[in-house]
């Protein structure tokens, strides 16, 4: 079956440290790639993602780097903010297959930033 | 637009009451999902409606209901809740293009309180 693994947390970082979060899959077939943030209180919002091998994801300073030889999404940022501090998940969105229309997510990794 | 609204935003309940939660998109999409989430983990899928259809349960206990009246809403109905049924309720939706693959927008959740 499909399998996420993310780094355990929680991270503390000082503001404008560099950030890396890192995520593993197990798939069949090429799924597509995501990371998720959840602010406190709020939704799931999308982050970013990458649909094929090679392609990179990137939005509000973040990046992820879909690596199929790796099997890998690292979660990237060169310098985080306070208001980054929030939980995000990493996950796959698999290739249809029958009823099959399922994300499969990370655990999670909560994330603080300190002024 | 990628926005999935959700009301209410917060609901207390007792275990006798009946209450709905409501979900509308207007991206055109044809697959809605209903997630369940408990503090600081991922989303557990409960229900996925695709063209209308109810094409996954997951094993959800019958006091919860769902409902896709059109392609643009989808309900869920809940009656006699346990305590441990508090949770954030969170709807997603995607295209429902075959081949899978596909990135799920989410609503903001409702915040539910069984007392």
């Known amino acids: 079956g499909n399998s996420v693994t993310q780094m355990e947390g929680p991270v503390t970082l000082s503001e404008e440290a560099f950030l890396t979060i890192n995520c593993t899959y197990t798939?069949?077939?090429?799924?597509?790639l995501f990371w998720y943030v959840q602010y406190p209180g709020e939704g799931l919002q999308l982050l970013l993602k990458?649909?094929?091998?090679?392609d990179k994801g990137s939005n509000k300073g973040f990046e992820a780097t879909y690596r199929k030889e790796t099997t890998s999404f690292h979660l990237e940022k060169g310098s985080v903010q306070v208001s980054d501090s929030a939980v995000y998940f990493c996950?796959?969105?698999?290739?249809?297959?029958?009823?099959?229309?399922?994300?499969?997510f990370g655990s999670g990794t909560q994330l603080t930033v300190l002024p | 637009d990628t926005e999935v609204t959700q009301t209410p935003k917060h609901l207390v309940m007792g275990m006798t009451n009946k209450k709905s939660l409501k979900c509308e998109q207007h991206?055109?999409?044809?697959?809605m999902y209903w997630y369940k989430q408990k503090a600081k983990k991922p989303p557990e899928l409960m229900f996925v409606?695709?063209?209308?259809?109810?094409?996954i349960n997951e094993s959800v206990p019958s006091r919860f209901s769902p409902e896709c009246p059109n392609s643009s809403l989808l309900n869920l109905h809940l009656h006699a809740l346990q305590p441990e049924d508090s949770a954030l309720y969170l709807c997603?939706?995607?295209?429902?293009?075959?081949?899978?693959?596909?990135?799920?927008?989410f609503g903001p959740g409702t915040r539910l309180l069984v007392l």
């Open positions: 997603a939706s995607s295209q429902g293009a075959a081949g899978g693959r596909e990135t799920q927008y």
């Open positions: 798939a069949t077939g090429y799924p597509s």
């Open positions: 990458a649909t094929k091998a090679d």
């Open positions: 996950a796959l969105s698999p290739t249809y297959s029958g009823s099959a229309r399922q994300l499969t």
């Open positions: 991206m055109g999409h044809r697959a």
């Open positions: 409606y695709s063209y209308e259809k109810l094409s």
